[in-house]
């Protein structure tokens, strides 16, 4: 009768604990030690939208020009002459901004950038449209910014039509990419950091009357000359009723790529050696040592390894080459790349089998869009199934993924002579070694005419699509409560802690020894993460802890590129226990590409914050439901993130809480 007097005593406190427990403590560290903070995803799509069929003033708008610069004015300076530009403060001129704001040409300013280095990109393109053209109302222009070794403060600029010399654009620094944290910002609305400019080089006149302005001027440059020659404000139209500009981060896409023996109806029956895959950039003039272009048509190869790979079906040494630029760089080239070599339902590396199938996934950008893979037909002495020798590009010309068959063909590496398929002694089956056939007297890489690879071989790639998915999590024990806590989708590193490594003093402590997620969540959102904090059960009014037969509940919205969901609740009976994900999170795509369904409760597990000394659970004077305040106990001596092993008995993972993910099915 004592022991259940105290369980509902204890049920009774915890309905009167607030959101969070106690106060929170925000705590930011001097430095962002988040493993997901610092990555270089510094990509980002930017999308400039003509709402002006709203406004008192429809138009059409021009053309324009983006730059990166650290430093304030890369394209203007508000109040200095427009030809004026301030870089390392050495003043430069250019006539670059009056042709844009006047004639809507960007390609002088992009000219001037471009001589002194500065990155930069002309957009001129409407989304949907086959060539370039003005953005006409309800039409978008949309452009991709690669900040991830530039200088992360982006400018741009575009003419407003109807006028003499107007533009709309950024101030003269910019909009900064990089959130207060060091990570890239999540993107969102931007449209209230524009602004509507006075180029000062050309005489007003009434807006959309003109007879010097674009729609109805003879030529270029012909009005008279504004007696203030300075960048300026206008006041006119807002910006708000003419354009609508939104930044997003450019996520990668990934694909899963199928490889399918397809040979058992064939005139050659035939297994396939393992291969490799590169994600890479337009190969068209960079086929060089170091480029991740596997060969060339009509090339003798690079000794890159493709001998290896056609002869013997050794990827190795091509993957090799590719990994490390030629061996030219101890950093991997960028892009991905990868070894394909066990087929689906087998334990370990081997053949691809008649029927048999390899799978891999692929990660790509619209900045690096081409995809090549080869592996070896096994029946030759050096021939190979491949893509094109540029690869297939993976997005079309509005940058989306995509999907369906993917052509391949078969080569010959001009690397070993030929003999009859499927009977020569220097083949890969009947061979005595590697490479012991004689050389090919034509050594350059060619397409084999007498035989078609789509009886071989079927390659089909299929882009991941984002998802919302529903995260419930429910307590399922008799008297144990659950504090608030957190919830985060992120890619694949560590945002919460690292297993085995010290607290980051970010928030985690005051979430695991106080039950108050607010610190932590408020310095993820500092890191450009999208957190969530749950504190309010199903039902309820107002939030409080997960009681027993309570359930916290909210969607989340992955992308296959980021494709963890990391989450952390305190676990109430104790001095800084929390119920969470693994360091890196549960991966809600499986290896296959398969969307993770259902419970999800096999991957929490019971962590000790390593922040203060535990004390039996439930009866420490220093836990939240009896001590006087937060951050009352003593320091844990292992002052390490790591599974609970403290002596003292807990229930099982499963006997305490249920997590569900159920993908919601779009609209």
Same mark, same amino acid.
């Given at each position: 009768?004592?022991?259940?007097?105290?369980?509902?005593?204890?049920?009774?406190?915890?309905?009167?604990?607030?959101?969070?427990?106690?106060?929170?403590?925000?705590?930011?560290?001097?430095?962002?030690?988040?493993?997901?903070?610092?990555?270089?995803?510094?990509?980002?799509?930017?999308?400039?939208?003509?709402?002006?069929?709203?406004?008192?003033?429809?138009?059409?708008?021009?053309?324009?020009?983006?730059?990166?610069?650290?430093?304030?004015?890369?394209?203007?300076?508000?109040?200095?002459?427009?030809?004026?530009?301030?870089?390392?403060?050495?003043?430069?001129?250019?006539?670059?901004?009056?042709?844009?704001?006047?004639?809507?040409?960007?390609?002088?300013?992009?000219?001037?950038?471009?001589?002194?280095?500065?990155?930069?990109?002309?957009?001129?393109?409407?989304?949907?449209?086959?060539?370039?053209?003005?953005?006409?109302?309800?039409?978008?222009?949309?452009?991709?910014?690669?900040?991830? $070794?530039?200088?992360?403060?982006?400018?741009?600029?575009?003419?407003?039509?109807?006028?003499?010399?107007?533009?709309?654009?950024?101030?003269?620094?910019?909009? $900064?990419?990089? $959130?207060?944290?060091?990570?890239?910002?999540?993107?969102?609305?931007?449209?209230?950091?524009?602004?509507?400019?006075?180029?000062?080089?050309?005489?007003?006149?009434?807006?959309?009357?003109?007879?010097?302005?674009?729609?109805?001027?003879?030529?270029?440059?012909?009005?008279?000359?504004?007696?203030?020659?300075?960048?300026?404000?206008?006041?006119?139209?807002?910006?708000?009723?003419?354009?609508? &500009?939104?930044?997003?981060?450019?996520?990668?896409?990934?694909?899963?790529?199928?490889?399918?023996?397809?040979?058992?109806?064939?005139?050659?029956?035939?297994?396939?050696?393992?291969?490799?895959?590169?994600?890479?950039?337009?190969?068209?003039?960079?086929?060089?040592?170091?480029?991740?272009?596997?060969?060339?048509?009509?090339?003798?190869?690079?000794?890159?390894?493709?001998?290896?790979?056609?002869?013997?079906?050794?990827?190795?040494?091509?993957?090799?080459?590719?990994?490390?630029?030629?061996?030219?760089?101890?950093?991997? &080239?960028?892009?991905?790349?990868?070894?394909?070599?066990?087929?689906?339902?087998?334990?370990?590396?081997?053949?691809?089998?008649?029927?048999?199938?390899?799978?891999?996934?692929?990660?790509?950008?619209?900045?690096?869009?081409?995809?090549?893979?080869?592996?070896?037909?096994?029946?030759?002495?050096?021939?190979?199934?491949?893509?094109?020798?540029?690869?297939?590009?993976?997005?079309?010309?509005?940058?989306?993924?995509?999907?369906?068959?993917?052509?391949?063909?078969?080569?010959?590496?001009?690397?070993?002579?030929?003999?009859?398929?499927?009977?020569?002694?220097?083949?890969?089956?009947?061979?005595?070694?590697?490479?012991?056939?004689?050389?090919?007297?034509?050594?350059?890489?060619?397409?084999?005419?007498?035989?078609?690879?789509?009886?071989?071989?079927?390659?089909?790639?299929?882009?991941?699509?984002?998802?919302?998915?529903?995260?419930?999590?429910?307590?399922?024990?008799?008297?144990?409560?659950?504090?608030?806590?957190?919830?985060?989708?992120?890619?694949?590193?560590?945002?919460?802690?690292?297993?085995?490594?010290?607290?980051?003093?970010?928030?985690?402590?005051?979430?695991?020894?106080?039950?108050?997620?607010?610190?932590?969540?408020?310095?993820?959102?500092?890191?450009?993460?999208?957190?969530?904090?749950?504190?309010?059960?199903?039902?309820?009014?107002?939030?409080?802890?997960?009681?027993?037969?309570?359930?916290?509940?909210?969607?989340?919205?992955?992308?296959?590129?980021?494709?963890?969901?990391?989450?952390?609740?305190?676990?109430?009976?104790?001095?800084?226990?929390?119920?969470?994900?693994?360091?890196?999170?549960?991966?809600?795509?499986?290896?296959?590409?398969?969307?993770?369904?259902?419970?999800?409760?096999?991957?929490?597990?019971?962590?000790?914050?390593?922040?203060?000394?535990?004390?039996?659970?439930?009866?420490?004077?220093?836990?939240?439901?009896?001590?006087?305040?937060?951050?009352?106990?003593?320091?844990?001596?292992?002052?390490?993130?790591?599974?609970?092993?403290?002596?003292?008995?807990?229930?099982?993972?499963?006997?305490?809480?249920?997590?569900?993910?159920?993908?919601?099915?779009?609209?």
């Amino acid at each position: 009768m004592i022991r259940l007097y105290k369980v509902l005593a204890v049920l009774a406190i915890a309905a009167l604990i607030p959101v969070g427990l106690l106060p929170a403590v925000p705590v930011l560290a001097a430095e962002p030690l988040n493993a997901c903070a610092n990555r270089e995803d510094f990509r980002f799509v930017v999308t400039i939208t003509n709402v002006s069929d709203q406004s008192d003033t429809p138009t059409p708008f021009a053309p324009g020009v983006w730059a990166l610069s650290d430093k304030p004015g890369p394209l203007f300076v508000p109040g200095a002459h427009p030809g004026i530009l301030f870089w390392d403060f050495d003043p430069i001129k250019t006539p670059g901004l009056e042709d844009l704001a006047e004639d809507g040409n960007p390609g002088v300013v992009a000219a001037t950038l471009a001589e002194h280095g500065v990155k930069h990109g002309v957009f001129n393109r409407p989304v949907g449209a086959e060539r370039p053209g003005p953005l006409l109302p309800g039409a978008s222009y949309s452009f991709i910014v690669d900040a991830g $070794s530039a200088p992360r403060n982006l400018t741009f600029a575009l003419m407003f039509v109807q006028s003499n010399d107007w533009f709309i654009g950024t101030d003269e620094v910019g909009i $900064s990419l990089e $959130s207060p944290m060091g990570g890239a910002i999540l993107g969102g609305d931007i449209t209230d950091q524009l602004y509507l400019w006075d180029a000062g080089t050309e005489e007003d006149e009434p807006v959309g009357e003109g007879s010097n302005q674009a729609p109805r001027q003879s030529g270029a440059n012909t009005g008279p000359e504004d007696d203030d020659n300075t960048v300026r404000l206008v006041e006119g139209p807002s910006v708000s009723d003419l354009v609508s &500009v939104s930044i997003r981060r450019a996520f990668d896409t990934v694909f899963d790529v199928t490889v399918e023996n397809t040979s058992g109806s064939a005139m050659v029956t035939t297994p396939f050696a393992p291969g490799v895959f590169a994600v890479h950039t337009d190969p068209a003039t960079t086929y060089m040592e170091g480029h991740p272009q596997l060969f060339k048509e009509g090339q003798p190869n690079l000794y890159n390894g493709l001998e290896a790979l056609a002869e013997d079906g050794n990827p190795d040494p091509l993957y090799e080459f590719i990994s490390t630029g030629g061996g030219m760089s101890d950093e991997p &080239v960028a892009g991905s790349y990868g070894v394909f070599n066990t087929p689906v339902g087998a334990d370990a590396p081997g053949p691809l089998l008649p029927g048999e199938s390899y799978h891999f996934t692929v990660r790509a950008n619209p900045l690096a869009p081409h995809l090549s893979l080869a592996f070896m037909f096994v029946q030759s002495n050096d021939w190979f199934l491949a893509t094109a020798d540029d690869g297939m590009v993976l997005f079309d010309i509005d940058g989306n993924p995509v999907s369906g068959s993917v052509p391949v063909y078969l080569w010959d590496a001009g690397t070993e002579e030929d003999e009859p398929v499927g009977e020569g002694p220097n083949q890969a089956p009947r061979q005595s070694g590697a490479n012991t056939g004689p050389e090919d007297d034509d050594n350059t890489v060619r397409l084999v005419d007498d035989m078609d690879a789509d009886e071989l071989v079927a390659v089909t790639i299929t882009p991941r699509q984002a998802r919302h998915f529903q995260v419930s999590v429910t307590n399922v024990s008799v008297d144990k409560p659950i504090a608030p806590g957190v919830v985060i989708p992120h890619c694949v590193c560590d945002p919460l802690f690292t297993d085995g490594q010290p607290d980051r003093g970010q928030g985690l402590e005051s979430l695991a020894e106080d039950g108050d997620p607010s610190g932590l969540a408020e310095v993820l959102a500092l890191q450009a993460l999208p957190v969530q904090v749950l504190n309010t059960p199903v039902g309820a009014d107002a939030p409080g802890p997960l009681l027993p037969g309570q359930t916290y509940q909210t969607t989340v919205f992955l992308e296959p590129a980021e494709p963890n969901l990391s989450l952390a609740f305190m676990y109430v009976l104790s001095n800084d226990l929390f119920l969470g994900s693994p360091a890196g999170g549960i991966p809600l795509w499986d290896e296959l590409g398969n969307l993770v369904l259902g419970d999800v409760t096999s991957s929490v597990y019971l962590w000790d914050a390593g922040t203060e000394h535990n004390q039996p659970p439930g009866k420490g004077d220093n836990q939240p439901l009896m001590q006087d305040a937060p951050d009352m106990g003593d320091a844990d001596m292992d002052n390490t993130v790591r599974l609970v092993n403290d002596g003292y008995d807990y229930p099982a993972v499963a006997d305490l809480i249920a997590v569900i993910v159920t993908p919601i099915d779009p609209e």
